[in-house]
């Protein structure tokens, strides 16, 4: 018997036509040990296309047969993980991230964000909650895995604050970031630069406010006081 799949979509996505025409296809002619779909995305930035800065191409696990993939719990940054081990196919095909948006709804989206990041990475240091279920063997050798792994293990690890300023420029020269203009610019430095920059002020600031916390449970209640977030 054939299982259900499941496609996830944010508000401001959309399929291209190259992934309306393939997904179809593919989803009839896939065999059955194939448990998901890597869709590649393209993310927009006032209206233009962000090509360079190692933001293209992003596989994201989007498509997926029920029941054989789930989505993480964390404060941030979740993705869709097999559940045991899976195949998973690259479809060649996109979907489009062009939120229409201003930037004054940007900052403000990422200033709230900048909250739940402190969260995770504050969980991560003082295991303020159950275990996450993240990204394990079970995900191959997929790109989240490969991101997740350097943001965790070598970027969170660096000294705050120092940390921003060589992922810009990383992004923006060594990844070729200045080669999107303007508006390319400005995303880099916002989305690279001044959002890291701000969760490493939230993570600076929690941390003095946790500073003679003995115990997990006061530190929830202290950052629920920070935040104004339930985090318990």
């Known amino acids: 018997i054939e299982t259900a799949r499941v496609m996830r979509m944010d508000a401001d996505e959309y399929v291209e036509a190259d992934l309306v025409a393939e997904l179809p296809i593919t989803l009839a002619t896939a065999m059955g040990c194939v448990a998901g779909f890597y869709i590649r995305r393209k993310y927009f930035f006032l209206g233009k296309w962000i ?27 979740e993705h869709i993980v097999p559940i045991g081990p899976a195949t998973i196919l690259q479809l060649k095909g ?15 989206k990422h200033n709230a964000y900048a909250d739940r990041e402190m969260i995770d990475i504050l969980d991560k240091k003082y295991g303020l909650f159950d275990a996450a279920n993240t990204i394990n063997e079970s995900a191959g050798d997929s790109q989240a895995k490969v991101v997740r792994f350097i943001k965790e293990g070598i970027y969170n690890n660096l000294p705050i604050f120092l940390r921003p300023t060589l992922y810009f420029l990383y992004r923006y020269f060594v990844r070729f970031g200045f080669l999107d203009g303007t508006r390319g610019f400005a995303f880099h430095f916002f989305q690279g630069f001044w959002y890291r920059a701000l969760v490493d002020v939230r ?29 318990a």
Not at 52 to 77: F, H, S
Not at 205 to 213: D, K, N, S, V
């Open 51 to 77: 090509k360079y800065g190692a933001v293209y191409p992003l596989n994201l696990l989007r498509v997926w047969r029920t029941g054989q993939c789930k989505i993480e719990q964390r404060w941030m940054d």
């Open 203 to 231: 993570v600076y600031e929690a941390e003095e406010l946790l500073e003679g916390a003995d115990s997990n449970k006061e530190r929830i209640v202290r950052l629920e006081s920070l935040t104004g977030l339930k985090l």
């Open 94 to 108: 996109h979907i489009v991230d062009d939120n229409k948006n201003t930037n004054r709804w940007y900052t403000a």
